[in-house]
């Protein structure tokens, strides 16, 4: 069965610090990956997806990057962590082939930037 | 671009009451949708579903049609109980780039109570 991991489950960082969130996949090849973040009493907003290795679509602009350097990674990150940058952040995967597929989604990452 | 827009929270109910919860979306295409449910401390796991028009999702006692003439998506239970106290999320699918991308509504965070 596949499953999702993230780490780390909590996170506390001073403004200006980097920021590494690191999200794997098991059971699955190929899959599509997503970033998504969730601020305080919003909605999730997608924020990068990947449909392959080193393949990395941003949908909104922002102080955050993605990198996919294995198959079933998938690593945010940022030089230099805002205020703004605080949340609740999502790992999720899908089957890569064409066609409507549920998304699964990990346990999620609370960073809190101070 | 597309858009979710979901019932204002929270909705708090008593046990064994009916819940609706409403969902409206826009969109250019046919997208499917979608519901997602987030328990406390926990990552969004998939409710149900409906890929086209009239279809209905139902799981866990929880049902949806996809209407295309009025372009909702409620959300309906006929006996909550406690247990069901969470977030929920509609949403709808918009692909792109060979990756299935989700638009989420704000949420709605439902308490039920005993």
């Known amino acids: 069965s596949q499953t999702i991991h993230q780490w780390p489950a909590t996170l506390v960082q001073p403004v200006g610090s980097p920021l590494s969130l690191e999200c794997t996949v098991e059971g699955t090849s190929n899959p599509n990956l997503y970033w998504y973040r969730q601020a305080a009493g919003r909605g999730l907003q997608l924020l990068f997806y990947?449909?392959?290795?080193?393949?990395i679509s941003s949908e909104v602009p922002q102080n955050l990057s993605a990198s996919r350097p294995q198959d079933r990674q998938f690593i945010l990150s940022s030089k230099k962590l805002l205020l703004s940058d605080s949340g609740f952040y999502l790992c999720?995967?899908?089957?890569?082939?064409?066609?409507?597929?549920?998304?699964?989604f990990g346990p999620g990452t609370r960073l809190t930037v101070l | 671009g597309d858009s979710v827009t979901q019932m204002e929270g929270p909705v708090t109910l008593s046990e064994e009451a009916f819940l609706t919860i409403n969902c409206t979306y826009t969109?250019?295409?046919?997208?499917?949708l979608f519901w997602y449910v987030q328990y406390p401390g926990e990552g969004l796991q998939l409710l149900l579903k409906?890929?086209?028009?009239?279809d209905k999702g139902s799981n866990k006692g929880f049902e949806a049609t996809y209407r295309k003439e009025t372009t909702s998506f409620h959300l309906e239970k006929g006996s909550v109980q406690v247990s069901d106290s969470a977030v929920y999320f509609c949403a709808l699918s918009d692909e792109g780039q060979g990756a299935q991308k989700l638009v989420f509504g704000q949420g709605t965070r439902l308490t039920i109570n005993p």
């Open positions: 990947s449909v392959g290795i080193g393949q």
């Open positions: 409906a890929t086209k028009a009239d």
């Open positions: 999720a995967w899908s089957e890569g082939l064409a066609g409507i597929n549920e998304q699964f």
């Open positions: 969109a250019t295409g046919y997208p499917s």
